[in-house]
């Protein structure tokens, strides 16, 4: 039939299938378009989105974590305070996260949100803990301090006693005794009651030492952060209470047996106080290890949620070209 055809009808129907398959090319160019059209608004209202709180919350968790171990370490509020804001903008943007999720009928970043949520309001909860445990070791310190302050003072007053005490025996020896000694008494051996005199002095020195050896194994312990050390600095309180008792055997003055029991008591605070400081102190590092796996179980929930979105923007990428 075509054969039969004019010219003019041959070329008016060429035309014509021309436009045909114009308008075929022109339909499908518009409907691929559209497809990519929504693919192009399904990144960026859903997925991109999803990558950015997911972003967000891998931020202020980490800040929040940073925060929370400067405090713990230097005990700054300041170190809080920031910790504290963080973990307000974390808990914020979890929400955020969850509420896109559910508008968007992304249940994986919905269910994600939600464990996520958890592990924030643990956390939120160990950190408080951190807090009142840190209290807690402020208050022993300051114990510490009164104990070991109340200490050297009796210690400091003891000697100022021997020293003056020896100095009197020194003279009065001699003197031959004659100044105080009454008539027909038994000679005094000042040799024996110098030496004593001389030993008391010595023993109560020790036990400043001991006591200086106590606070610097302390500072030194908290300082390289070493329970171990804290433990062997307390031990020294046992050398302590036997050089109490050896000087308590050969005392008689009761002024002086009275700075003896004092600085025990002083010395026993201390003890007492360096015990529920290292109670405080292991529970706070029992506390910062649950912390941070807390910590860091939001920071995987987050970033495996981000990179399974960007997975699937790299398909649906793919899918559009």
């Known amino acids: 039939m075509f054969k039969n055809m004019k010219l003019g009808a041959k070329i008016g129907a060429g035309f014509a299938a021309l436009i045909v398959i114009a308008l075929g090319l022109g339909g499908l160019a518009v409907w691929s378009m559209s497809g990519v059209k929504t693919i192009a608004n399904t990144l960026a209202e859903v997925k991109m989105k999803e990558v950015d709180l997911t972003t967000d919350i891998e931020r202020y968790a980490s800040r929040t974590m940073y925060a929370a171990r400067g405090y713990a370490y230097a005990e700054d509020k300041k170190f809080l305070e920031a910790a504290m804001k963080s973990l307000e903008e974390t808990k914020k943007t979890i929400e955020d996260a969850k509420a896109h999720g559910a508008k968007t009928g992304e249940k994986d970043l919905e269910d994600n949100a939600t464990k996520a949520k958890a ?3 643990e956390y939120e909860k160990l950190l408080a803990d951190t807090v009142k445990a840190t209290e807690a070791m402020a208050k022993d310190t300051a114990a510490m301090d009164e104990g070991a302050k109340k200490y050297m003072q009796v210690c400091s007053a003891f ?8 100095d009197e025996e020194i003279k009065e020896s001699l003197a031959g005794g004659a100044t105080t000694q009454p008539a027909g008494a038994a000679k005094i051996d000042w040799e024996k009651k110098l030496t004593e005199r001389v030993w008391k002095i010595q ?3 020790e036990i400043v030492d001991l006591g200086n050896a106590i606070r610097i194994g302390n500072w030194r312990a908290q300082a390289d952060r070493a329970p171990k050390e804290f433990e ?3 031990k020294k309180f046992s050398e302590v209470n036997a050089k109490l008792d050896e000087l ?3 005392t008689t003055q009761e002024a002086n047996l009275k700075q003896i029991e004092e600085c025990r008591v002083a010395g026993n605070a201390y003890n007492t106080a360096m015990t529920s400081f290292l109670t405080n102190w292991l529970a706070r590092e029992e ?7 807390a910590g860091d179980g939001v920071l995987k929930t987050a970033d495996e ?7 699937d923007c790299g398909k649906s990428a793919n899918t559009a070209a």
């Open 287 to 293: 506390i910062g290890k649950k912390r941070g796996e």
């Open 203 to 205: 023993v109560c020195n």
């Open 248 to 250: 308590k055997a050969k």
């Open 159 to 166: 000697l100022v006693n021997q020293d003056k005490k020896l």
């Open 232 to 234: 062997e600095a307390q």
């Open 119 to 121: 592990l924030v309001v």
């Open 305 to 311: 949620t981000g990179m399974a979105a960007l997975e």
